[in-house]
C-alpha cells in the first residue's frame, strides 16, 4: 500500500477504534470486496481486497497497531511523506515481536480440549480392547529382556 492513505481510512473507521469495530469493517469489506463476490474489476478487487486485509492485519495487532500509530503521529510532526507502509514491513520483522502471541480463543482453547478428550479415550478403549482380546501389555521393555 502506497501513498498518503492510511489503514484507518482503508477500513473507514477512526483511530481510537476498537478491535471489535476493526473486525466489524474488515467482514463488511471483505464481502464487498473478495474476487468472487464482487462486480469489480478481478484485478482490481484483489488489489483493494489485499489493501483492506494488509490494514486489517497491521491494526488487529496491538503491537503492530502502536508502532503503526507512532509512525503516523512521527509524520504528522515532521511532514516527512515517505512511505510509512513500507517502514511498517521492516518493524513488523522486529526481533521484539516474535515472543508475543495473541492469547487462544475460547474456539481454539475448545478444540485443544476435544483433542485431549480424543485420545485420552482413544488410549483408553486400546487398552480395553487389548485385555479382552487375551493380549498381555508389556510394562518392560524388549530390549531389556535377555
Excluded at 508475543?100 to 478444540?111: A, T, V
Excluded at 480424543?118 to 524388549?142: H, N, Y
Amino acid at each position: 500500500m502506497k501513498g498518503e492513505i492510511s489503514y484507518y481510512k482503508i477500513l473507514g473507521v477512526h483511530e481510537n477504534a476498537s478491535n471489535y469495530e476493526l473486525r466489524k469493517a474488515f467482514c463488511k469489506l471483505s464481502i464487498e470486496l473478495h474476487p468472487d463476490t464482487t462486480s469489480l474489476d478481478i484485478e482490481d478487487a484483489k488489489r483493494k481486497f489485499q489493501e483492506v486485509l494488509e490494514a486489517y492485519e497491521n491494526l488487529n495487532s496491538s503491537n503492530l497497531r502502536k508502532i503503526y500509530d507512532e509512525k503516523l503521529k512521527e509524520k504528522s510532526r515532521s511532514k516527512n511523506y515517505t512511505n510509512v507502509l513500507n517502514n511498517m514491513i521492516i518493524d513488523s520483522k522486529n526481533q521484539n515481536l516474535i515472543g508475543n502471541r495473541r492469547p487462544f480463543s475460547n474456539g481454539e482453547l475448545f478444540s485443544l480440549f476435544l483433542l485431549f478428550i480424543i485420545i485420552s479415550i482413544s488410549l483408553i478403549c486400546s487398552i480395553f480392547i487389548a485385555s479382552f482380546t487375551g493380549k498381555e501389555l508389556d510394562t518392560v521393555p524388549i530390549w531389556l529382556m535377555k
